[in-house]
């Protein structure tokens, strides 16, 4: 981490969506605005992420014990088969609304996109963010970038559409694409994809799920 140890408190309060709305914005420029910050962001939002799943594991686990040992009984009444019954049916309730909870929880006020997972949606980064002297001389593309990296995507939407009409950017058209096929639409998204201004960019997967 190269933030300051109050900086990385702010992001963690960012990814928890436990911020106030002034506060919320300002760091979002932050954000698109200084790469180190983006970088650590990026990084904690892993590191959080994995806490929870391992939190989710550990629940997992303790449900299988309980099972195992309600299984193992020999001598169980009809009033207890029945407690046990309910038992299990409130834990397993807990345990889903848990499991959707930590699904759609991606930070309150960003788009969860189903389209592509982790791992597939980094592969269609082509930008590097970089720390330039130059940076604010097109602030407007960095934060538009930056938005969709972090898949702000009702954010990056407006901004990545002006790039493309207003400058014919390409980079910002393929990202809008893969933004409309994020946010569900799937049309515009092919439509968007299948464009010959695109020729040189990896669509072909995408347009796919375009389908």
């Known amino acids: 981490m190269r933030s300051s140890q109050q900086d990385i408190e702010l992001l963690e309060a960012y990814i928890k969506g436990a911020l ?5 914005t300002e760091l979002e420029k932050r954000l698109a605005a200084e790469p180190d910050l983006f970088e650590d962001y990026k990084d904690l939002k892993v590191m959080i992420q994995g806490i929870r799943a391992h939190t989710l594991d550990e629940k997992y686990k303790q449900l299988k014990r309980l099972e195992d040992g309600l299984d193992n009984t020999t001598t169980i009444k009809k009033n207890d088969s029945f407690l046990k019954m309910v038992f ?3 834990i397993v309730i807990a345990l889903l609304l848990t499991i959707s909870k930590f699904l759609l929880q991606n ?24 720390r330039s002297t ?7 593309k960095t934060m538009a970038y930056n938005l969709f990296v972090i898949k702000d995507f ?4 407006p901004m990545l559409t002006t790039l493309w009409q207003e400058r014919k950017d390409t ?3 393929f ?16 439509k968007i994809l299948s464009s010959n201004a695109l020729d040189l960019y990896p669509v072909e997967d995408l347009l796919k799920l375009c389908e």
């Open 20 to 24: 106030d709305k002034e506060t919320h």
């Open 154 to 157: 009702k954010k990056a939407k």
């Open 171 to 173: 980079l910002s058209y």
């Open 107 to 130: 930070d309150t006020s960003k788009d969860v996109s189903f389209a592509l997972n982790d791992d597939e949606f980094y592969r269609y980064v082509l930008h590097r963010t970089e």
């Open 175 to 190: 990202y809008l694409g893969i933004t409309e096929l994020s946010l569900g639409n799937k049309e515009k998204a092919q």
């Open 134 to 140: 130059e940076m604010d001389i097109d602030t407007q």
């Open 88 to 90: 299990l049916v409130v």
